[in-house]
């Protein structure tokens, strides 16, 4: 809770200005959009992170847990979120590395090229993670004592009766999806940064198609991008215990 809160914070003003102030129009490209989808996605995961996987082990958040229903949808819809929002994070994680590299080899055609790839954007980030977690929806999930004979020892959110298979298929499309986005955006980010790196040697007669925006962007990009891999890890770790 130490961290959720001020993340939670931050991302609701970063939405408020990209969305609703008066600066807004200065927030339209391609990277911004993708950024939205991935803030909300942010907050999503941070509530939902916290309600699974990191609060039932606490003892002194079992009466806050018990207000909810341990058996039925609720759970299990919970835990798709979790998994289900961090899919999307790293998705978008992809596309932004993506989009960061495209500023510098695409040139004069870079808008013209992410207005026109926007629907593609949108149709990945709705269908592909729902074909990664898809077998989610029928593990028997539940809330229960860690130890039924000491209530007071904590909770676990988590699946009581697993079949294999669907077991198998979870964690396989979850690896694939981390592996591949994971190479991925290391590639592209890799790249943006050794063209930083070149045209600082070389001058800036070398290219003026990155400015100083584009090059904090491309190091926030990679910093989120760190942050990003240590959730999914945690994430994926929490679906295999």
């Known amino acids: ?5 001020p993340s939670v914070i931050m991302y609701l003003l970063l939405l408020n200005i990209y969305c609703f102030s008066r600066e ?7 990277f911004y959009k993708i950024f939205t989808i991935q803030s909300i996605a942010s907050i999503f995961s941070s509530v939902a992170f916290e309600l699974c996987v990191r609060l039932p082990p606490a003892p002194a958040a079992t009466p806050l847990l018990k207000l909810l229903p341990w058996q039925g949808p609720v759970p299990t819809v ?4 979790c998994y289900h929002v961090n899919a999307v994070l790293f998705i978008c994680e992809g596309i932004i590395s993506f989009n960061r590299a495209t500023a510098i080899f695409l040139g004069r055609e870079f808008d013209e090229f992410w207005e026109k790839a926007m629907k593609y954007v949108y149709a990945i980030v709705i269908v592909l993670p729902n074909v990664v977690t898809f077998s989610l929806w029928y593990q028997h999930v539940t809330i229960d004592y860690l130890d039924p004979s000491n209530p007071e020892g904590g909770l676990s959110w988590d699946k009581r009766i697993v079949d294999p298979l669907t077991r198998i298929i979870t964690t396989v499309n979850l690896f694939v999806l981390f592996a591949a986005i994971c190479g991925w955006t290391i590639v592209w980010n890799v790249y943006t940064f050794y063209f930083i790196t070149y045209r600082h040697k070389k001058g800036a007669s ?3 198609q990155l400015n100083k925006g584009d090059v904090k962007l491309s190091f926030f990009c990679f910093n989120i991008c760190v942050l990003h891999i240590l959730t999914v890890i945690m994430t994926v770790s929490h679906q295999n215990e």
Do not use: D, E, G
Request: charged fraction near 15%; hydrophobic fraction near 60%; charge should be positive.
């Open 24 to 30: 807004r129009a200065k927030f339209k490209s391609a």
């Open 206 to 208: 070398y290219s003026t």
């Open 1 to 5: 809770m130490v961290y959720i809160i």
């Open 78 to 81: 919970m835990l798709v979120i």
